[in-house]
C-alpha cells in the first residue's frame, strides 16, 4: 500500500504552498507550547476530560441528594444547586464544545484535509492557553469566598446576581462569567483556524465535496460558534456590569429582604433571548461534529460507502442555518408573545427534517454493510439509538402545548440528557477508540473496551428512561427535595434512588476507561498505520504517530472520495483517498 | 432580536453565494482522479491572513450587531429610558477616524506602488488619528458625566459606555497590529510582506469606521 504518490502518478503536490512550520527547538515548546494542532489538540482533550471528570462527580453527589434525600448531611440546598451549575455549565461548553472542536478539530482537521498544521499556529496555541485559563478561573470559584455559583446553568437574572442565590453577591458569578468570557476568546482563536483552515489548506483535489463528514460537521460547528459565540459574551458582559456597577441591562426593580435594589426596569427576557440565542445553536455545535463523526465511524466499520453522501452534506450545512431560528422554543413559559411560540414551534419541528434524513442514510449505510461490531462501530450505534430516542421526546417538548406542563420536570431533564449528554458522549469514546491507534501507535485494550460500552450503554438507559417517566408522574427539576407531595407517588422516590445506584454505577465504570487509556499507551497492541483499513488521509501518514508536519516531505494529493470501500472490482476492500487511479486494482 | 437576525441573513446569503460555487450537486463516488481546472477544485489563492481578517470581521460584526439587537430591545421594552445628550465632540472624533481609514488607505495604495516613504507617513497618520480618536472618545465619557449620566444612571448611558468602549477595545487591538506594521516597516521588511499587511491594516479600520458610523447612529437614535 502506498502512502504517498511519486512523480510517476502524474501529479505534484507542489499546488498548495507549504505551510512555514515553526519547528520547536526544546522540550518545552514541543509538549508544553506547542504550535502543533496535534499536540494542541490532545491538551485540548485532557484539560476537558479533567474538568469533565469533576462534572462527573458533581453529577455523583446531585444524585445522592435526589436519591436519598435527607441521608447526607454534607449535601446543603445551596450546595445543592452549586453541584447542578456547576455540572451543566462543565459539560456543556467546558466539556462538549471544547472536546469536539478544540480537540478533534485540532487533530483531525490538517490531518483529513492533507495540511501539515493549521494556518494560524501560534494563535492556535494561544487558543488552548486562553482555554485552560478559563477553566482555572472556573475551579478558582469553589475555593472562592461563598462558593460558585448555583444559578443553574442558564444563569438568568434577576436570581442570579441576587444574594439568596449562592455566589449572587459573592465570587462565584462573577468568576464565572469571567471564565465564560475568556472561553469564548480562546474559542475565537481556535475557530478562525479551524475554518481558514478548511478552507484554504486543503491538499490538492480535496474538495469540499471530498471532505470527509468529519470535517463537514465540524466545519459548520466551528461557523455556527463563531456567530453564536458572541451573544453569550454580550450576555456575560451585561450581567457583569450589572453585577459589578449596578447598571440595568438585566435587573428590574426588585425588593430584597425588605431592602430596595438600586436596579429599575431591566428586561430578565432580553437576557432569554441573548442567551437561548447562543444556546439553541451550542446543541447543533456539539451535534454536528457528533453527526460528521459517526458518519465516518460507521462507513469504515460496516465497510460500505456512505449512503447520500450529498444529502449528508446538505443536511449539516440546513441543520447549521435553521438552529439560529429556533432558540425561543426554550422560552414558551417565559410570557413572551405567543405568537412568537407558533413560529419557532414551527421551525423547531422543520429542524427534524434534515435530522431525520440522516438517520435514514446512516441506517441503510448499515443495511447490507460488512458490520464489525468493533468497539468504536458499538458506540456509534449506540449513538443512533439514544439520538432517535432524545430527539423523539424533542418533538414532543418542541410543541407549545405539551411543553408547557413538562418544562418544569425532569422530563426536560431526561429528553436533555439523552439527546445532548449520553448521544454526543458515545460519539466521543468512539472516537477515542477509533483514532487512539493513530495518536499513540497503539491500540486501546478491546475487552476493556466492551466491558465499558455495556456498562455504559445499559447504565445510561436505565438512568434515563425511568427518568422521563418521574417526570411525566410532575416531579419537578431543580428541586433540592420534593418531600411529600399530593401528585406524586411514594414509588417516585423508589425509582429516584434505582435511578442514583445506576448513576454511580456507570460513572464508576469510565474509570474502566480512564485506566484503558493509561494502560494501552505502554502495553496495548501495536496498531500499525491504518489498523481499521481506512480510506481518510488521516490513516495515509507516513508515519504513525503523525510527526510534526503530518507528511514528511510530500504533501498528498487526493484522487477520490473518502468512502470507497468494497469497490466491486478492486483488489482491496477500501481505497485510500490518495490512491491514484491506476493503482487501484493492484 | 431583529438586528443580528437581519446580519446573519446577510451572512447566510454570502455563505450560500460561496457553496453555490462548490459544487455542491457534484457525486463524488463517480469522479476519481484530479481534476485540473473546474473551480473549487482545491484551496483557493486567496493568502490565509486575508481571509482569517474577513472571518475575525464577520464575528466583530455579529458581536456589534448582538449589541445593537440588545440596545434596541433594552430601549423599547421599558419605559425607563431617557435620551443622552451626545457631546459634539462626538462628531469630530467620527472625522478622526474617517481620517485614519484615508490615512491607511494611502499606505496600502503607496505599499501597492514599492513606495516605502508613502507607506511609513500612511500608517503615522493613520496610527496618530486612530489614537486621537481614543483621546477623543474618552473625553466624551467625561463630558457624559459631566452631564450626569453616570454608567449606571440610566440605560441610555450605560450602552453608551459600554458599546464606545467595545468598539475601542477592538481599535486598540488594531493599533497593535499597526504599530507591528510600521515596525516591520521601519525595518525594511519586503514589500510583498507590508503590500499584504497594510491592506489587511486598512481593511480592518474601514470596516471599524462603518461600524462606528452606525454604532454612532444608534446612539443618536437613542
Not at chain 1, 189 to 202: F, H, I, K, P
Not at chain 1, 525 to 554: D, I, S, V
Request: glycine share 10%.
Amino acid at each position: 500500500m502506498s502512502t504517498a504518490s511519486g512523480p510517476l502518478d502524474g501529479i505534484p503536490a507542489a499546488e498548495v504552498p507549504d505551510v512555514e512550520l515553526y519547528h520547536p527547538k526544546s522540550w518545552l515548546t514541543k509538549y508544553v507550547f506547542s504550535q502543533d494542532a496535534k499536540i494542541i489538540g490532545i491538551q485540548y482533550s485532557l484539560t476537558a476530560t479533567s474538568i469533565g471528570l469533576v462534572a462527573l462527580v458533581l453529577s455523583w453527589l446531585m444524585r445522592l441528594q435526589l436519591g436519598f434525600p435527607g441521608t447526607f448531611d454534607f449535601i446543603t440546598p445551596a450546595e445543592y444547586y452549586q453541584f447542578i451549575t456547576m455540572h451543566g455549565m462543565i459539560m456543556v461548553v467546558y466539556l462538549l464544545t471544547a472536546l469536539f472542536l478544540g480537540g478533534f478539530g485540532n487533530y483531525l482537521i490538517p490531518l483529513m484535509i492533507g495540511a501539515r498544521d493549521m494556518v494560524f499556529p501560534y494563535a492556535n496555541m494561544l487558543s488552548y492557553w486562553i482555554y485552560l485559563l478559563a477553566v482555572l478561573v472556573l475551579v478558582a470559584s469553589f475555593f472562592a469566598p461563598g462558593g460558585p455559583t448555583g444559578a443553574g446553568w442558564t444563569l438568568y437574572p434577576p436570581q442570579a446576581i441576587l444574594s439568596g442565590t449562592p455566589g449572587g453577591q459573592d465570587w462565584g458569578i462573577i468568576l464565572m462569567l469571567a471564565s465564560l468570557m475568556l472561553f469564548i476568546i480562546g474559542f475565537t482563536m481556535g475557530g478562525l483556524n479551524y475554518v481558514v483552515t478548511v478552507l484554504q489548506a486543503r491538499a490538492r483535489g480535496m474538495t469540499l465535496m471530498r471532505m470527509p463528514l468529519t470535517v463537514w460537521g465540524i466545519f459548520t460547528a466551528t461557523v455556527m460558534a463563531l456567530l453564536a459565540f458572541p451573544a453569550l459574551f454580550v450576555s456575560a458582559v451585561m450581567m457583569l456590569l450589572d453585577r459589578l456597577l449596578g447598571t440595568s441591562f438585566f435587573m428590574p426593580a426588585l425588593v430584597e429582604m425588605g431592602q430596595r435594589l438600586n436596579h429599575e426596569g431591566g428586561s430578565p427576557l432580553l437576557f432569554q433571548h441573548l442567551f437561548w440565542f447562543f444556546g439553541h445553536p451550542e446543541v447543533y455545535i456539539v451535534a454536528l461534529p457528533a453527526f460528521g463523526i459517526v458518519s465516518d465511524l460507521i462507513s469504515t466499520h460496516a465497510r460500505r460507502n456512505i449512503f447520500g453522501y450529498r444529502m449528508m452534506v446538505w443536511a449539516i450545512v440546513i441543520i447549521g442555518a435553521l438552529s439560529f431560528v429556533v432558540w425561543a422554543h426554550h422560552m414558551y413559559v417565559s410570557g413572551m408573545n405567543p405568537y412568537f411560540g407558533f413560529f419557532f414551534a414551527t421551525t423547531t419541528l422543520i429542524i427534524a427534517v434534515p435530522t431525520a434524513i440522516k438517520v435514514y442514510n446512516w441506517l441503510l449505510t448499515l443495511w447490507r454493510g460488512n458490520i464489525h461490531l468493533t468497539v468504536p462501530m458499538l458506540f456509534a450505534l449506540a449513538f443512533i439509538v439514544t439520538f432517535v430516542n432524545g430527539g423523539l421526546t424533542g418533538l414532543f417538548l418542541g410543541n407549545v402545548v405539551v411543553d408547557v406542563p413538562l418544562s418544569d420536570t425532569m422530563f426536560v431533564v431526561a429528553h436533555f440528557h439523552m439527546v445532548m449528554g449520553v448521544a454526543p458522549i458515545f460519539v466521543i469514546f468512539g472516537a477515542i477508540y477509533h483514532w487512539y491507534p493513530k495518536i499513540t501507535g497503539r491500540m486501546l485494550n478491546e475487552a476493556m473496551g466492551r466491558l465499558h460500552f455495556w456498562v455504559s450503554f445499559l447504565g445510561a438507559y436505565l438512568i434515563f428512561f425511568p427518568m422521563h417517566y418521574i417526570g411525566l408522574l410532575g416531579v419537578p427539576r431543580r428541586y433540592y427535595e420534593i418531600g411529600e407531595t399530593a401528585f406524586v407517588p411514594a414509588s417516585a422516590a423508589t425509582l429516584n434512588a434505582f435511578i442514583s445506584v445506576m448513576a454511580l454505577i456507570v460513572g464508576a465504570a469510565q474509570i474502566v476507561f480512564l485506566f484503558n487509556l493509561a494502560w494501552s499507551l505502554r502495553r496495548g497492541r501495536p496498531a500499525g498505520p491504518n489498523p481499521w483499513n481506512a480510506t481518510t488521509l488521516e490513516w495515509q501518514t507516513p508515519e504513525t504517530p503523525p510527526p510534526h508536519g503530518n507528511w514528511g516531505k510530500e504533501l498528498p494529493v487526493v484522487y477520490r472520495w473518502p468512502y470507497d470501500y468494497s469497490v466491486p472490482g478492486a483488489a482491496q476492500d477500501f481505497i485510500p483517498q490518495n490512491h491514484p487511479p491506476a493503482r487501484a486494482a493492484e | 432580536m431583529s438586528a443580528i437576525l437581519i446580519y446573519l441573513a446577510l451572512i447566510g446569503s454570502v455563505v450560500a453565494w460561496w457553496l453555490s460555487r462548490q459544487r455542491l450537486m457534484a457525486k463524488p463516488w463517480l469522479e476519481v482522479g484530479v481534476p485540473v481546472d473546474a473551480p473549487g477544485m482545491g484551496a483557493s489563492g486567496i493568502p490565509p491572513a486575508r481571509l482569517g481578517l474577513w472571518v475575525f470581521i464577520a464575528v466583530v460584526g455579529a458581536l456589534l450587531t448582538l449589541f445593537i439587537s440588545a440596545y434596541l430591545m433594552r430601549m423599547h421594552m421599558s419605559d425607563d429610558w431617557r435620551s443622552l445628550p451626545t457631546p459634539p465632540v462626538l462628531w469630530f472624533n467620527t472625522a478622526l477616524l474617517a481620517f485614519s481609514s484615508i490615512g491607511l488607505h494611502r499606505a496600502q495604495m503607496a505599499a501597492r506602488i514599492g513606495w516605502r516613504e508613502g507607506i511609513a507617513v500612511g500608517l503615522a497618520a493613520g496610527g496618530l488619528s486612530a489614537l486621537a480618536f481614543l483621546a477623543g472618545q474618552y473625553l466624551a465619557w467625561r463630558q457624559v458625566m459631566e452631564e450626569g449620566f453616570g454608567v449606571a444612571t440610566n440605560p441610555s448611558s450605560s450602552f453608551f459606555y459600554l458599546i464606545t468602549a467595545v468598539h475601542g477595545l477592538h481599535l486598540v487591538g488594531g493599533v497593535v497590529a499597526l504599530g507591528k506594521t510600521a515596525y516591520r516597516t521601519a525595518r525594511g521588511a519586503p514589500l510583498a510582506q507590508l503590500r499584504l499587511a497594510t491592506e489587511l491594516c486598512a481593511t480592518y479600520w474601514h470596516f471599524l469606521l462603518v461600524a462606528w458610523i452606525v454604532l454612532f447612529g444608534l446612539l443618536l437614535h437613542g
